[in-house]
């Protein structure tokens, strides 16, 4: 159920109608759009009518929703939703006419490479940096993370060059540090439906960034943002990384098409990822291109200053001179969409 | 690496091995076979040479590991692992010889549903009940299990009717719980790769069933294993619940031939899960018979007293008396390949 | 449309119902069943009101038929359809009670080779031998079979051992002699949708064995027999090969729950072939069984005399000894299932 | 094995080694490049030594080639192929610097239909006109196409509107016709391996575009455009359309990363059709601005002028409106790519 609010409802109206929600025993989620506010229902709803509600004062009405989806839904909210990221260099707006690039290595390997990458990925234009501190890896085996080592390296970059840190949290623990030095929780793909960790990432006050599994639907990658936002943190933005197919020239097939399917039914931005999307170095330049063609609100790029050393994925990292190339190639079709690049 | 003791090595040679590698900063993982002992190392072994190790008393060689894993590879131990389940009706077995079929409705709903469930379960022979206390859900506002409660009524069946009680644990917090109250620890397919959740597991003291993720290659599923093992626990065992591909008339695709595949280079056994696998109630008996014949170690299947009315995954729980007529057809396929049926 | 006759009605009145459908330039095809027959209409129906045929004699009703396949369907005709396929030996009947066994070389190299491996096929106690004489390769550098030769090889040891041969036409051409020399004419998995040859193949007078195309859904396996229907062949068996899907441990995914799922739908009967299934000689033993479990109405299995050695597919070949073996396997799950092993 | 001319090498000299190599009852492939002409070697070489080659008037060296494919390979060729298309209003190109778009609707209906997409059509920018006069439906039911007649409308818009016009053939003798009535020969996906098509195909003096197989893999694809040019072919442009995968959002997954992927290991041009590949028609717009971006070399698009009421697929064409804001943008992104369109 959907209360959409009038054009001019007050704040003590919005503020009215959230409180008998909540006497009901349900959940009320405002969500101000940028003409009006609408008010989605959560909660086990079976057992009580709501209809009444649609009389209360500024009330224009009250939407059955059918899809499974609520708080991501277009119907919710009809204007694209903006991830709005402060860093010390100022807010970096992803989503609606603002195209946003996150760019670094794939893990933080110590304060050198990363520093290193900083200053590269600053000179090639992004204002937002990946990098991996606690790695989900295969193997029990591989390098997994620096950890809290590794979120502090991050942060100390953070203000050296003023760059937003984008990063991966894996459980509670992992989440409680990432929410304390990042600007950005980032849930990895196989975390896509650790339901736990996205309840977990709905209380944290950062903005979220959740990539699709590796064989999520639609309808699968909306309700695990869904989770996110059920439980109060609306400022969250989807990536496509890539899906698992019978193709074997590409390590995951790229699905573009989930962009404007996205924003069909959401509200919500969503990124593309075409180093993990590919997982070859050669494909992520005409594939990060393509991504901007087809509408997507940012691009997640591994970008290392040595690749053939990394300590992990080095085979899909691009080096700092093909990213600059690769941003200005992305300003010039960004242009054709009329958008801007941060 | 792999350490091969010889036949009649004594325990204190075997205990000299384990601490000179332990010494060395790496873990030394010792797997008693019925004939000998082969000692798994893992850690970073780059800076060290173990070639000196093949010296030691009772050694018989040292053979390097080319596959990505060890301890679950049947080069480190040739002979089939059986799964020991203590039950308060004695100890069930699954695993070699033994075929073992766990049953039980997909949720506990209320104390009287789950004491229906057991007694019939029981009927049909099954000495270990499935049941789910903590429900990883597609949304939010899906049933999402009883928790606590749920685990105290299947406790209590424990002890009513002998059953041992599989359960699906979610998070560090419920593995918890799920370890004090269950036999086994069920960890679900979209945990597969929650490495956090992997480690917890490999540090219970208790038997852990591990389902195959919705798009888990065979080298995947069974490194998901090795984080388990890897952190000292060795009773694992590994479900097929059906992989994910484009084909439309079930809601999965169960994938039997990953059975001969994982016999082939693990020594874990290996289950099926035909009514996630298959998502239809008409679809679980023939598909139960065919995991039978292709050699799986045993059944996982959703048996409701009442389907049509249950809380969840109604439409793939066969009746009670199917389920009895189904248990004659297992027994009479598992002695055409000399299996006994627990 | 579908007209259902009454039990006793007279060869005449089925012959006028589909006299009056052909005058209305539709194609009327009386389909016998055990009870009754029903006629199956297909065509340009819109244009016609069909209703009064409910009112001539010997008619039962008349259904309007909602799923897109007319003649496979379980509607059109309820009991299971059986392949009669006459041999030198004698009918070889497949499907309903009966199970039916067709093995022998990927292709028909020359004449010592069929020779000796109908001699261990009949041994094992087969009655139909496969062999190919056009082979679909996907390198136009690969042995492309021996063409007629290849017929005639097979010709003669159909009559040398009494068994029926089953091979593959891939084009219009060699389906006119698969016709002549051959006693069943298989399309192969990727001309599953080459609805010229189907068409072709509806118009032979030899039964037709269908495999699934590689990314095929239900609906469109079973319209690709429909096609062959449509022209007035109505024997027709299904065989299941293999999907393609992300799973790297076998060369496709064997799915095995299309056999209920086309039970349910369809009366054909359905095979399996777990050597293309698999594509891993150590696999095909295992999921065969599981193949008779599950309730398939036969198999086709590659088996030669001299794997090692064979011009293709050597790897996904068994022996003639573990043919043996495997047939006695088959035999006892057959048995459990009430089935007859031919 | 692949023959190597000199720059400089006589027509002479390269007809000396063609002669040479067709005497030992082998096929020669001279394939001209813009700087020196390489002859690419087919059929069984096992029992033949070609080594001496080398030493003959105007020969560079042989290499032997390890990859499957040959004659499709940039080692044979490293510049790009060029498609040319001779039309009535001058030559179209497709390849290197020239991208190319084919647009019409999914069938040819009727006269007024096809001449009014053609008008529009040719409105929009492209001078290559796509039309089905041979469908390949999955039901034998649906509209199967007007055949000859449909040629021959299509064959007058030809002369009436100056467009060049790509048809699908589905068999050998609708390719007989094609090859008379049309400029490009289409080979549909699902007689991807249809081989014997394939060989027809290669013995057309018309081009050819090979669509690529639900399932198939890069080397298959390629194998199968060999198969093309092993017959003497050597006008071949492929194009994806979507492959196969569990994502239910499109009807097909657009597989983009195969265009740089074929680019890298093949000199074909490759173009891409959005319409099939998404099946939906709010996806065609930004899927096509995706294609270009990535570095296809063409579109084929389904554009229909009154899509609501297409005889088939009308749910994912778009309309003569649509198709020139399109075009517009297609233009823009073009030129980022540095590449002219057609």
């Not at 509670?172 to 990042?182: G, K, P, R, T």
Request: hydrophobic share 40%; glycine share 10%; proline share 6%.
């Amino acid at each position: 159920m959907l209360v959409v609010m009038k054009t001019n409802a007050s704040e003590q109206e919005i503020r009215a109608v959230c409180e008998r929600i909540e006497n009901l025993g349900l959940k009320a989620h405002p969500i101000p759009g940028e003409t009006r506010t609408a008010i989605g229902i959560t909660g086990n709803k079976s057992a009580v009518d709501l209809a009444f509600l649609d009389s209360m004062p500024g009330v224009v009405e009250c939407i059955p929703v059918s899809k499974p989806y609520k708080l991501v839904g277009r119907e919710v909210k009809p204007e694209d939703s903006v991830l709005v990221i402060p860093t010390p260099s100022g807010e970096v707006r992803i989503g609606g006419p603002h195209f946003g690039v996150i760019a670094g290595p794939c893990a933080v390997e110590n304060r050198e490479q990363f520093f290193a990458a900083a200053e590269r990925v600053r000179a090639g234009g992004a204002r937002l940096m990946r990098g991996g501190a606690y790695k989900p890896r295969t193997s029990p085996y591989s390098f997994q993370g620096l950890g809290l080592e590794g979120l502090k390296i991050m942060a100390e970059a953070r203000e050296a060059y003023g760059v937003g840190i984008v990063t991966e949290a894996v459980d509670n623990e992992s989440l409680d540090l990432v929410e304390e030095y990042a600007d950005v929780i980032q849930i990895g793909a196989r975390n896509m439906q650790n339901f736990s960790l996205l309840k977990r990432a709905g209380r944290a006050r950062k903005p979220v960034l959740l990539k699709r599994g590796m064989a999520a639907t639609l309808d699968e990658f909306l309700m695990a943002a869904e989770y996110v936002m059920s439980e109060g943190n609306y400022n969250v933005a989807l990536c496509e990384r890539g899906v698992r197919t019978f193709s074997d020239h590409t390590r995951n097939t790229l699905d573009l098409s989930v962009v404007p399917a996205v924003h069909g039914v959401s509200h919500l931005p969503i990124l593309v990822d075409p180093s993990h999307g590919t997982g070859r170095r050669t494909k992520v330049r005409p594939l990060s291109r393509a991504a901007v063609a087809v509408g997507a609100d940012g691009l997640l790029i591994e970008v290392h200053h040595d690749p053939d050393h990394a300590l992990s994925d080095g085979f899909q990292s691009i080096s700092p001179e093909e990213f600059e190339v690769l941003m200005g190639e992305v300003r010039q079709i960004a242009a054709v969409l009329s958008r801007s690049v941060n």
